[in-house]
């Protein structure tokens, strides 16, 4: 019940700033035929996922798209998946569900770009996403390109829980698509779009997204090979205890670090780690990327992100739903002495061995810790029938002041050739260290947020 009351005031002021700039947009609802006559329930995991943002990307065109194709496809997609177009509501036995009623209904906004907007757009490449940040999030507000938001301002109201912006210049054209994150994750949001664009190329062409049903028996089925106290430790700590000691934080203590990374530094990264490994050891990029991050920061555990779907039979890998798992790691050779290949065997042991990172959770916190996640893999760029140009991303300030206190980490790729990372949660020193980290690799599209930053412009 705490966690549904927790509507924060930046959150309020965001969707205000949304609000007034979408009042210029043409909004049309998206509504199937016919709603299902059962409603979904949430799985615990769905739950956890309550002060993340919307599940968002905005996707750039060279010249025009046919919007009425993209909103007849959208409600093809729509049909086929209702749950998009229903609304949270509490139920009887204190969990959430997905009803469906009158003010059912996804929101599809389109409007004109003016001139100067559309020369703003174009001007943000990865690199000034990365060095003006907080500029870029306030652009896409002012915009009017909807987030569904966090999950305190869906709950028992009539939020919609997919959102679509086309928004038409003279030379460019973008669409983005939201997704709330109590109803599925970043392979879910993913998994819409790739249906979408699949729909516009070849009308009723797809099906359905597989249900949600399976996925807390297939997490427990991976965590029946963890010990007892593995198993106890994990349910204590997430989403309870993280979510305390997150919640607990000063947010002016804390800062954001955004880069921007070419391919070449990813493989600098990669072929530096290779030097200090056994000969033959497999490892990928992404493993030699978090043991970076934690010698950089002095990490005495780690934690990353692991899609549950296909990894048993009986989850398909266009579930819907929350289908991830956290897995847990430490360092052999102890605190910021990592190794890429600290993190290939968590992943070879599917997480079996972290009681000693899960023991330091517990007992000290968020501290000195780094949890990573990577959109790489699930990243789906459309066509729509145009010339594509990038995939980017804006968080929300509504849902920024709660990522800002997370020791967390995430990397996506704009479009070949570079990548864009988030590091949140960094004290002083540790920002400085990170942001002089990545410079010394080459990176000198690298900026640092403060807390106070990020308050002053909330409350603009």
Same mark, same amino acid.
């Given at each position: 019940a705490l966690l549904k009351k927790r509507v924060a005031g930046p959150a309020r002021a965001a969707m205000r700033r949304q609000l007034i700039s979408a009042l210029a947009a043409e909004v049309h609802r998206i509504k199937p035929d016919k709603f299902p006559v059962n409603t979904v329930p949430l799985t615990k995991l769905d739950v956890s996922m309550m002060h993340f943002p919307g599940v968002t990307a905005h996707n750039f065109f060279r010249g025009s798209l046919d919007v009425e194709k993209l909103k007849a496809s959208l409600a093809r997609v729509v049909a086929n998946n209702p749950s998009l177009a229903g609304r949270i509501r509490s139920a009887d036995d204190g969990g959430? +569900?997905? /009803?469906?009623?009158?003010?059912?209904?996804? /929101?599809?906004?389109?409007? #004109?770009? #003016?001139?100067d907007m559309e020369a703003q757009l174009e001007d943000f490449d990865s690199a000034k996403i990365a060095q003006q940040p907080l500029d *870029?999030?306030?652009?896409? +507000?002012? $915009?009017?390109?909807?987030?569904?938001?966090?999950?305190? $301002? &869906?709950?028992?109201?009539? #939020?919609?829980?997919?959102?679509?912006?086309?928004? &038409?210049?003279?030379?460019?054209?973008?669409?983005?698509?939201s997704v709330s994150h109590l109803l599925g994750d970043g392979a879910t949001k993913m998994n819409v779009l790739k249906l979408w664009d699949q729909e516009f190329a070849a009308p009723n062409s797809t099906t359905s997204l597989s249900g949600r049903e399976a996925v807390e028996a297939i997490d427990a089925h991976v965590k029946s090979a963890y010990s007892a106290w593995s198993q106890a430790a994990m349910e204590a700590f997430y989403p309870h205890i993280y979510e305390k000691h997150v919640l607990a934080r000063d947010l002016k203590q804390y800062n954001m670090v955004v880069v921007r990374i070419k391919e070449e530094t990813m493989k600098n990264i990669k072929a530096a780690e290779a030097k200090h490994t056994e000969p033959g050891a497999v490892f990928s990029g992404q493993d030699a990327l978090i043991a970076w991050l934690g010698n950089v $920061?002095? #990490?005495? *555990?780690?934690a990353f992100t692991v899609d549950l779907r296909g990894r048993a039979a009986g989850l398909k890998k266009d579930a819907m739903g929350n289908a991830f798992m956290t897995w847990y790691g430490t360092p052999d050779r102890g605190p910021g002495q990592f190794s890429a290949m600290d993190v290939r065997n968590t992943i070879n042991t599917q997480g079996r061995d972290g009681a000693l990172a899960l023991e330091e959770a517990l007992f000290s916190g968020l501290e000195d810790s780094i949890d990573v996640n990577s959109w790489v893999k699930l990243q789906h760029q459309p066509q729509f029938g145009g010339t594509f140009i990038k995939q980017v991303r804006a968080i929300g300030s509504g849902a920024l002041p709660f990522l800002f206190r997370l020791n967390y980490h995430v990397v996506y790729q704009p479009q070949k050739g570079e990548y864009v990372m988030y590091h949140f949660g960094l004290r002083n020193d540790e920002a400085a260290r990170l942001q002089l980290a990545w410079r010394k690799l080459g990176e000198d599209s690298v900026n640092c947020v403060s807390g106070d930053e990020l308050m002053t412009m909330i409350n603009e």
């Open positions: 959430l +569900e997905v /009803h469906y009623d009158n003010s059912s209904g996804c /929101h599809f906004y389109t409007r #004109a770009l #003016a001139e *870029w999030e306030a652009l896409v +507000e002012e $915009l009017g390109i909807a987030n569904t938001g966090p999950g305190p $301002l &869906q709950i028992d109201k009539d #939020a919609p829980l997919l959102t679509a912006t086309y928004l &038409q210049g003279k030379r460019i054209s973008t669409v983005s698509l $920061l002095g #990490a005495k *555990w780690f």
